[in-house]
């Protein structure tokens, strides 16, 4: 059991640095807090794929999806011109949506 714990922490962090170097490639400059801007994003992306946010519950292709969903609306606001505050506040609204999703879903399994 510990050796399947180690390998999901090295495959991790492999994955993790391999991301930074590709996001520093297109950022075409570093910086430790670079990826704050990033962070509503991974956990909308998540949930909106369907992720529970009570642990335990999820899937690889979902939370794909979810990526895909999180940058088709990102990239549409940013073509309609909408300010950075308008559009954190549209995507915040769908994350805040998705998260209420899950929770009545968590509410429902609970119960029956």
């Known amino acids: 059991m510990a050796g399947v714990t180690v390998s999901a922490y090295v495959a991790s962090g492999v994955l993790a640095a391999l991301a930074s170097v590709i ?13 704050q801007r990033i962070l509503l994003d991974i956990i909308g992306a998540t949930v ?22 999180i940058k088709l609306m990102d990239n549409s606001l940013n073509l309609l011109d909408l300010s950075y505050f308008s559009i954190m ?16 879903r968590n509410q429902v399994l609970v119960a029956a």
């Open 23 to 35: 996001y520093t490639g297109q950022a075409e400059t570093g910086s430790p807090v670079m990826g």
């Open 89 to 104: 506040m549209v995507k915040g609204g769908v994350i805040l949506f998705a998260a209420l999703m899950d929770s009545m």
């Open 48 to 69: 909106i794929g369907g992720t529970s946010l009570f642990g335990g519950k999820g899937k690889v292709l979902w939370t794909f999806f979810g990526v895909l969903f």
